[in-house]
């Protein structure tokens, strides 16, 4: 009987270390899901279910911070700032996957960030393969009444929040210029930053009354007539800056810095009386307007002139507008230019033969040696056009361009000098450089938009920051 108890004893004991085993058998053969969380997305990238983070953001980069670990960007979707946290860790790529530092990526860049909502920890950061890129542009056409971008034949929207930096500086969008090279992200069709890539320095002519009435050239596409006292906007680098008044050139080869202002000193060249012609210029109707170089000139008496060819235009209101090439080579000679009547102004442009209206006496200069072209310019009311080097130009005489402030400042249209502000001149119709220049401030330009809308316009600027400030 004791015996039988045993037997039962230890059978029952067995079975009980028997279910113990396979409890903890089959507890160490099952997986515990301890690296995935439930997802969620909450913006454009794609969910990686073997990733570490329940959420995503697209968004652009405003700033990097090396020290806390801290990224900023503009939420492109949810139209809001977020700051993610990233280590070690963290992942971070470029469009192909590509591993990167974080340091290698821009502000302005577009990325999709992966993260840990509950600490805003990224566990990855890419360069979105979604968003859109135009590098290195040279020329956007920007229409702030409808908040749109041109580039090429696409256009594009922006709103408030549309981000613009320079070398790690936020910027606003009147600091562009239209000779900076630009780099701009977007979305679908909507632009969300411009980074500058290139920006923009000035050139200043001193001793350069040899050249007055000639052109400047600047390296790249700067083509200028060239005025008593010159202030030049254009993009870093280095250029061969080309200088032609007649028969006398200068050449120049130049590095120019973001913000610098470089003087081009030219007083050693200096214009022979020899070279000289006086040219009396009669012109039909009385009261047309004539432009030398793409200056408008009085010429009721003879004109100075260096010997060698030189851009004319005559135009007034009702009457075809002719644009040839002078070409001065004598002490003294008269020309003779009668404008025909017609409802638009007619162009003609320079060709490599001398026209007509180089020969003295000419009742009419020819068209034989130019091709007219319609100006596209309207010629209602005291609109006409002003062509030179660098293209046509509309130029409303009937209405004015202000400038307010800052005052004192001297104020160059493209270039040009017009005056101290305050200050009103013509206004000329188009895209315009304006550039603010004062004695210890530093020098400052802005890209305007002129309307053809019949109205005279007033323009403020930001006051001058002194030179050495910080912006």
Known sequence: MRLEIKKQFRAIVLLMILQMCAILLGGCGTKRDTGSIIKKTTGGATVNK?????????????NIDDIRQAVLIYNVQSGIEET????GATTVSDTHETAIAM?????????DIYFVSSNMTATKVQISPTAFRYAEIDKLTMD?????????????????????????QEIKLIDL???????????????????????????RLTGNS??????????YGIILPVTEDMLIAAREGSYKVELRNGNLTATKNITLAADQELTLDLSEYKPEDKEIGLVQFDIYPVGADLYINGTLVKYDDPIRLNYGRHHIQVDMTGYETYSGVLQVGEPSQTVNISLAEGPTNVVSEETDEDPAVANINTPVPSSSTATPTTNTSSNEDDTDAKVNDIGTVSVDHAHTISISAPVGAKIYLNGSYKGTVPTTFDKEIGTHTITLSQSGYKTKSYTVEVANDKQNIVLSFPEMIKAGDEE
């Open 84 to 87: 993610f946290f990233y280590n």
């Open 177 to 203: 210029n239209n000779q900076d090279k630009l780099n701009v992200y977007g979305v679908g069709n909507k632009i969300f930053s411009i980074v500058v890539e290139k920006g923009h320095g000035y050139i």
């Open 210 to 219: 040899a050249f007055v009435g000639g052109m400047i050239e600047v390296g």
């Open 144 to 168: 702030t009444t409808k908040s749109a971008i041109s580039i090429g034949d696409a256009t594009y929207k922006y709103d408030s929040n549309l981000f613009l930096c320079q070398k790690g």
């Open 50 to 62: 073997e990733e570490n983070y329940d959420a995503t953001a697209m968004g652009v980069v405003k």
């Open 103 to 111: 340091s290698q990526i821009e502000l302005g860049e577009i990325v």
